[in-house]
């Protein structure tokens, strides 16, 4: 499977944008998928995944404004991102790899798949 990000911008702190995972060459629904974010001078870090049975997970950060989700029949996995802030100023990655398990969804270097970010920009 490939996956291509998307919907990144430029957008006013309390704003929101979704960005767009597609994937081609495979099934999204067939795998667990990640979304993380590296801020410049920072290392990349977790956002927020959703299973293949369309559990969600959050990082502490973006719960409650973020919200990741999947139309299986566009084959696509969407993060909704709203009342954004300066500091979520980053380019996102999303993420997959064979054999992810749930316990392990936040953890970077088990994703061996990576689409090529998005840079989402927050200004104050």
């Known amino acids: 499977v490939q996956l291509q990000a998307s919907g990144g911008g430029l957008v006013q702190a309390g704003g929101s944008l979704r960005l767009s995972c597609a994937a081609s060459g495979g099934t999204v629904r067939n795998y667990h998928i990640g979304w993380f974010r590296q801020a410049p001078g920072k290392e990349r870090e977790f956002v927020s995944a959703i299973t293949r049975s369309r559990d969600n997970y959050y990082s502490d950060s973006v719960k409650g404004r973020f919200t990741i989700s999947r139309d299986n029949a566009k084959n696509t996995v969407y993060l909704q991102m709203n009342s954004l802030k300066p500091e979520d100023t980053a380019v996102y990655y999303c993420?997959?790899?064979?054999?992810?398990?749930?316990?392990?969804?936040?953890?970077?270097?088990?994703?061996?798949?990576w689409g090529q970010g998005t840079l989402v920009t927050v200004s104050s």
């Open positions: 993420a997959t790899s064979a054999g992810l398990i749930t316990s392990s969804l936040r953890n970077k270097d088990l994703y061996h798949i």
